[in-house]
C-alpha cells in the first residue's frame, strides 16, 4: 500500500555520541542520537562497528550513491522509470519491510543506523516510517502464527521467493520476528512449505491479516528528521518503510547495516 498520510513522530530524547546507547538499544529496540556535529564516513563506520560487523552494500544500486564500502547515500532523485533497484532514491513511498527479510539468515542486518544530512521538508512527504513488531501479536491466533511459520512468500512478478518464513527465529539472540516485507500483493503471491494441514483459505486469510494489521495507523510513528541525527533500530523488532514524497528533493540520509 502507498503511505501518504502524515504520521506523528516518535517520542524519544536524543543521547550524545558519549553515552551508552548500547543500552537503551537492547531495551527499547531504537535509539537517537544527536552527533552534533558532521560525522565524516570514517567516524560513522567507526561508531557503528562498536555494535557489530557492518555489511558491505553491494553492486544491487547503483554505484554512485556507495561510499566506503559500507555507506549507502539515501537520496530523493528519481521522479519516474521507477524499478525496484532504484526505488529507495525515488519519490515513492517504500512499503514496510525488514531490511533483507528475503535473504538468507546470516546475511540479515540485526541493526540500521541512519543519519541524517538534510530533511526533506514536512509538506514533501517522505517521512520515515517504523512499526513495532511486539504490537503484531495481538491481531493473530495461535494458529495463524504457526502457519506463519511455514509461510514463504513469493512474487510471481518479480522472480522473488524467499528463503525465510514470514514468522522466523534468530537463536542466536534467542528472538522471534517477522521476516517480512511488504510485495504489495496478497492472497496469490504466497505458498506453504510442508504443512499440508493448512489449506489455501487459511493461507489467504493470514495474508490478507498481514495487509490490514500493517495498514492501522495507530501503530505506526515517523522518525524526526534533522541534520545531525542518527538514528539505530533493531531490524527484528521495528518494520521501517517510507511515506511517499510530492517532488523529488534534497533529502539525504546515510544507511549502514549491522550483523
Known sequence: M?????????????????DDFKVELD???????????????????????????????????????????????????????ISMENEPFSVNSLRFHVERAFADLS?????????????????????TIIYPMDKMYRYFSSSDLELMKRMFP????????????????????????F???DLGTYGTDWFVKKCGEFDDGAVKSVADKMEWVLSLYENINALKWMPH?????????????????????????????VL
Do not use: W
Not at 539505530?232 to 533529502?251: L, M, P, S
Open 107 to 127: 546475511k540479515q542486518p540485526n541493526y540500521l543506523a541512519l543519519y541524517c544530512i538534510n530533511a526533506s521538508p514536512d509538506e514533501n512527504g517522505g517521512q
Open 154 to 177: 513469493i512474487s510471481s512478478d518479480r522472480k522473488i521467493v524467499s528463503q525465510n518464513p514470514i514468522l522466523n527465529l534468530d537463536s542466536k539472540r534467542g528472538i522471534e520476528y
Open 229 to 257: 541525527y542518527l538514528y539505530i533500530f533493531d531490524n527484528k523488532q521495528y518494520f521501517h518503510g517510507r511515506t511517499e514524497q510530492v517532488r523529488a528533493n534534497k533529502r539525504h540520509l546515510k544507511r549502514i547495516r
Open 179 to 181: 521476516s517480512y516485507r
Open 2 to 18: 502507498k503511505y501518504n498520510h502524515v504520521f506523528p513522530y516518535l517520542t524519544i530524547k536524543p543521547l550524545l555520541v558519549t
Open 27 to 81: 531495551q527499547n529496540g531504537i535509539v537517537l542520537i544527536d552527533v552534533g556535529r558532521s560525522f565524516s564516513n570514517a567516524n560513522f563506520i567507526s561508531f557503528m562497528k562498536r555494535i557489530g560487523n557492518l555489511i558491505e552494500e553491494t553492486s544491487a544500486v547503483d554505484q554512485k550513491y556507495i561510499e566506503d564500502k559500507f555507506v549507502l547515500n539515501l537520496k530523493t532523485e528519481i521522479n519516474s522509470d
